[in-house]
């Protein structure tokens, strides 16, 4: 079983910057793909980015491809989403989520173990 804890959240203007980072426990955390979905009010879970169990392969949503960067360090547990030239758009409560397999998916059912989110919010 793997448990998730992001950070990093927080209150920023639009054009700046942020890092969030999940803390993972769990034995089989570095054989795992792990992702970033985010869920703005009112509306579904939406994918971000996913990371390979390697580090080796990455993937994003077309609305943040050039701005977001996700990685993980398998020595320290951990997966950051760096977050840069951020938009009002991007306002979401984002969560870290481990897949059941080590390959990049952007399927939502493929994500097994959730965090509980941390908020983002950009102001225009």
């Known amino acids: 079983q793997v448990q998730l804890v992001e950070s990093g959240g927080g209150l920023v203007q639009a054009g700046g910057s942020l890092r969030l980072s999940c803390a993972a426990s769990?034995?089989?955390?570095?054989?795992?793909?792990m992702g970033w979905f985010r869920q703005a009010p009112g509306k579904e879970r939406d994918f971000v980015a996913a990371?390979?169990?390697?580090?080796?392969?990455?993937y994003y949503a077309d609305s943040v491809k050039g701005r977001f960067t996700i990685s993980r360090d398998n020595a320290k547990n951990t997966v950051a989403l760096q977050m840069n030239s951020l938009k009002p758009e991007d306002t979401a409560l984002y969560y870290c989520a481990a897949a059941n397999n080590p390959y990049l998916t952007t399927m939502f059912a493929d994500y097994d173990y959730w965090g509980q989110g941390t908020q983002v919010t950009v102001s225009s």
């Open positions: 990371i390979t169990w390697s580090g080796g392969s990455t």
């Open positions: 769990g034995r089989f955390f570095n054989r795992t793909a």
